[in-house]
């Protein structure tokens, strides 16, 4: 599976984006997806995860306020919807993909390259 995220960028402190992960290779629509966050000299952080429907998600604690996970198996792309930006949300975000529900949180076998979030304050 190779997955490619798209839609980060600069934006004010309130503000919203969303990112998009564009998958192509294995059948997408078998994979749970998952999006993570690595902010600079921070660990990789775990956001928010949906099942190959789309019918279970499940966040982090951090996440879930204010960020939706959805996916479009028929677009083979998976969406995180952020809104009421922080500065504190500025990261490079990462998609990643596992074959099965298990555990949501990871390990992924699959990632992304990453798309920077900077927000301003």
């Known amino acids: 599976v190779q997955l490619v995220e798209s839609g980060g960028g600069l934006v004010q402190a309130g503000g919203s984006l969303r990112l998009s992960c564009a998958a192509s290779?294995?059948?997408?629509?078998?994979?749970?997806m998952g999006w993570f966050r690595q902010a600079p000299g921070k660990e990789r952080e775990f956001l928010a995860a949906?099942?190959?429907?789309?019918?279970?998600?499940y966040y982090a604690e951090s996440a879930k306020a204010r960020f939706t996970i959805s996916r479009d198996n028929a677009k083979n792309t998976v969406y995180l919807q952020m809104n009421t930006l922080k500065p504190e949300d500025t990261a490079v975000y990462y998609c990643?993909?596992?074959?099965?529900?298990?555990?949501?949180?990871?390990?992924?076998?699959?990632w992304g390259q990453g798309t920077q979030v900077t927000v301003s304050s």
């Open positions: 290779g294995r059948t997408f629509s078998a994979y749970t």
């Open positions: 990643a993909a596992r074959p099965d529900w298990d555990s949501p949180r990871g390990p992924y076998s699959y």
């Open positions: 949906t099942s190959w429907s789309g019918s279970s998600t």
